[in-house]
C-alpha cells in the first residue's frame, strides 16, 4: 500500500494507492478472441477503446495472440468463453501474466464497455472489492447517458491521478552514453534475450509457394536474402512445395498469412504473405530487409529502449491494433562494447522505420517516427530508404549469430 500526500491550494489531500499492478508504462497490451466476437463486435471494442484513450493517459495496444506475456508486460485478454449475455460485476486477477476481461453480447456498447474498462483500470489501482459488495454491484446499476464524454469524470481523473507517473514512461529519456568505437560483445543479457530468438545453426529454412515462384515479389525476396547471405554467415535454405521432407520449424511464404513475421525463431510452421514482405510503407525502400531482420530475431532501430532521445513517436497517427510495433525493446536488445557503451544510434539502419511507417494516413506529410533533431529533414528523408545493410547491422548479425553459424561449420566437418 502506497500513500501520496499533495498540496493544491493551500489543502492538502491524501491519495491512497492501493495494492494493484498498475499496466507497465501505463499501456494495456490486449487481444480479443476472433471466435468470441464477429467483425463488427471487435470494431466496436476497438473503437471504444481509442474514445477511452482520447480522455485518460493509458494506451490500449492491440497486441497478436502469439505476444509473449509476462508478469511484468501482461496482456489484457478479451473473450466470452461461456457466451455469456450480461456483464456482472468482474473480480481481475493481476497475479499472473494474462488478466482475462468477458464482455456478454449485450454490453457490447461504449457505454458499458468504457464502464468495464474503468472496473479493470481501477482493479489494477487499488484491491479489488469482492463480488457481493454494495458498493460494486451499486456500481454496476448506475446509468448516466446524459454526459458527454464516454467516463465519467470521477473515473477520469482517478485514472490520471494514479497512472501520470506511470504513462511518462511510454515516453521517457534514457542514459544517452554511447560510443562511436570500441570492439561490440554479446554481454550474458544479449545472450538471455535472444536465446529463443536466434535460428539454430544460423539457418533460415523457407518454403514459398510454387505459383508464386515467377512473381517479381518473389526475386524481391531472394534478393534481400542474397544481400544478408553476402555480408553475413547466415544461410536462407529453401525447401520445395513437394519435399519428400519436411523441416520441423518452417518459415512458409504464400498469398495467406500473417502480415507480419514473428521476431525471431518459432517453433513449427509460419506463414507470412508474400505481398506483405515486399510492399510496406510508401518509399519504404529497406522494407524486406527490415523484416528479414526481425525473422532473424533483431528488433528495429527505432524500438530501441533510447530511442526518444532520438526520435518522437507521433501515437496519434499510428494504425490502430499497430501500435505495439513502436513500442520500445529492453536494453538487453542492444549490444554493448567492452567499456559498457552502448553503440551510436544508427538512423542509417536498415532496421530504422522510416517516417510513415505504420502511419494512418500521412498523405499530407503527417509522420508517426520524426527525428528530434533534423537540419533540413535529411534523417527523415532517409530514414528506411537503405536498401542494404548498414555496418552496424553487419557487425550485429554476425555478433550474434557467431556461435550458431561456427556450430554449423562444425557439423559440416
Known amino acids: 500500500m502506497r500513500l501520496h500526500v499533495a498540496c493544491v491550494f493551500g489543502f492538502i489531500f491524501l491519495i491512497h494507492y492501493g495494492e494493484g499492478k498498475l499496466w507497465s508504462k501505463g499501456v494495456v497490451h490486449y487481444a480479443i478472441n476472433k471466435k468470441d466476437y464477429d467483425p463488427h463486435s471487435q470494431d466496436m471494442i476497438v473503437s471504444a477503446l481509442d474514445r477511452i484513450e482520447k480522455e485518460v493517459c493509458v494506451k490500449f495496444f492491440n497486441t497478436p495472440l502469439n505476444y509473449t506475456a509476462t508478469d511484468s508486460e501482461k496482456i489484457l485478454y478479451i473473450s466470452n468463453p461461456e457466451k455469456r449475455k450480461t456483464c456482472p460485476p468482474e473480480q481481475y486477477d493481476y497475479t499472473g501474466s494474462v488478466v482475462d476481461m468477458p464482455i456478454g453480447y449485450k454490453c457490447l456498447n461504449e457505454k458499458d464497455i468504457a464502464r468495464i474498462i474503468v472496473d479493470m483500470l481501477r482493479a489494477s489501482i487499488e484491491a479489488p472489492l ?225 517516417a510513415n511507417y505504420m502511419c494512418n494516413d500521412c498523405s499530407l506529410g503527417a509522420q508517426t517516427v520524426q527525428p528530434i533533431q533534423d537540419h533540413l529533414w535529411q534523417r527523415t528523408l532517409t530514414m528506411g530508404h537503405r536498401n542494404d545493410l548498414s555496418p552496424a547491422d553487419v557487425e550485429l548479425l554476425n555478433l550474434l549469430y557467431n556461435n550458431q553459424c561456427q556450430q554449423r561449420f562444425i557439423n559440416n566437418n
Not at 178 to 183: E, I, K, L, M
Not at 291 to 301: N, T
Not at 326 to 335: H, Q
Open 130 to 354: 469482492t463480488i457481493n459488495s454494495n458498493d460494486l454491484l451499486r456500481k454496476f446499476q448506475e446509468r448516466n447517458d446524459n454526459q458527454p464524454n464516454i467516463l465519467a469524470a470521477s473515473d477520469r481523473n482517478f485514472i490520471n491521478a494514479h497512472y501520470h507517473e506511470e504513462c511518462s514512461g511510454l515516453v521517457r529519456p534514457q542514459d544517452r552514453r554511447r560510443s562511436n568505437g570500441g570492439t561490440m560483445e554479446v554481454t550474458p543479457d544479449n545472450e538471455r534475450f535472444y536465446k529463443d530468438k536466434l535460428w539454430p545453426l544460423g539457418i533460415v529454412m523457407y518454403g514459398v509457394n510454387e505459383f508464386l515462384h515467377s512473381t517479381t515479389e518473389f526475386a524481391t525476396l531472394q534478393h534481400a536474402m542474397s544481400a544478408i547471405e553476402l555480408s553475413t554467415c547466415v544461410v536462407f535454405q529453401q525447401v520445395s512445395e513437394d519435399g519428400a521432407i519436411k523441416p520441423k520449424n518452417l518459415l512458409w511464404f504464400s498469398d495467406t498469412g500473417e502480415e507480419m513475421p514473428n521476431l525471431g525463431f518459432t517453433a513449427g510452421n509460419q506463414t507470412v504473405t508474400l505481398m506483405s514482405m515486399i510492399h510496406g510503407a510508401p518509399g519504404h525502400s529497406g522494407h524486406t530487409l527490415n523484416l528479414l531482420l526481425r525473422i532473424l530475431g533483431v528488433p528495429m532501430m527505432s524500438n530501441r529502449f533510447d530511442r526518444d532521445n532520438y526520435v518522437t513517436v507521433n501515437w496519434r497517427n499510428v494504425q490502430k491494433t499497430k501500435e505495439h510495433y513502436l513500442e520500445r525493446m529492453p536494453a538487453e536488445a542492444w549490444l554493448r562494447n567492452t567499456e559498457g557503451e552502448g553503440a551510436a544510434y544508427d538512423y542509417d539502419s536498415v532496421t530504422h522505420a522510416p
